[in-house]
């Protein structure tokens, strides 16, 4: 009869991680042709997808670009890019700082009557609040919020 090698295990109970230790999403970034990715505030984004990509492993990275969603986005790719909250509420001057009171104020109101901020996309709704509310023009469409 043959004798299997039994794998040790560790005491510790941990096991050494296969991830890279010190890759920053700005080098995984680098490894890809200029205006694929994107990189704010510690996190990689997909310039065509408006998504936060898991850098520490390559092979999501491939798996994204190879996906049929990104080759669709790719192609249609209209050059803006995703911020982080953090960045955008990072904010210089009494303009931009009234627009930012205004966005989260909107943000306040919406959670409190139960309505999605997707609403706020309807076009009758986003002319309602240009003509007729204060600073309305400054509340962005949904699309210009950051996701998660």
Same mark, same amino acid.
Request: proline share 4%; hydrophobic share 30%; aromatic share 4%.
């Given at each position: 009869?043959?004798?299997? +090698?039994?794998?040790?295990?560790?005491?510790? %109970?941990?096991?050494?991680?296969?991830?890279? @230790? /010190?890759?920053? &999403?700005?080098?995984?970034?680098?490894?890809? +042709? !200029? %205006?694929?990715?994107?990189?704010?505030? %510690? $996190?990689?984004?997909?310039?065509?997808? /408006?998504?936060?990509?898991?850098?520490?492993?390559?092979?999501?990275?491939?798996?994204?670009?190879? *996906?049929?969603? =990104?080759?669709?986005? +790719?192609?249609? =790719?209209? #050059?803006?890019? $995703?911020?982080?909250?953090?960045?955008?509420?990072?904010?210089?001057?009494?303009?931009?700082?009234?627009?930012?009171?205004?966005?989260?104020?909107?943000?306040?109101?919406? +959670?409190?009557? /139960? *309505? @999605?901020?997707?609403?706020?996309?309807?076009?009758?709704?986003?002319?309602?609040?240009? !003509? =007729?509310? *204060?600073? #309305? #023009? &400054?509340? @962005?469409?949904? *699309?210009?919020?950051?996701?998660?």
């Amino acid at each position: 009869m043959k004798k299997l +090698a039994v794998p040790s295990v560790s005491t510790t %109970g941990k096991t050494k991680s296969h991830l890279p @230790p /010190n890759l920053t &999403a700005k080098e995984r970034a680098e490894k890809y +042709a !200029t %205006g694929t990715f994107h990189v704010d505030d %510690g $996190q990689m984004f997909c310039s065509s997808c /408006n998504k936060v990509i898991d850098h520490l492993r390559k092979s999501v990275v491939d798996k994204h670009l190879e *996906s049929a969603v =990104h080759k669709q986005k +790719a192609e249609r =790719h209209q #050059g803006s890019k $995703q911020q982080t909250l953090k960045k955008v509420l990072n904010c210089k001057t009494s303009v931009q700082i009234e627009k930012v009171k205004i966005c989260q104020e909107w943000i306040r109101v919406c +959670a409190a009557s /139960n *309505s @999605p901020l997707h609403k706020s996309d309807n076009p009758l709704m986003h002319k309602f609040l240009q !003509t =007729h509310v *204060s600073n #309305g #023009g &400054a509340i @962005p469409k949904v *699309s210009k919020v950051v996701h998660n």
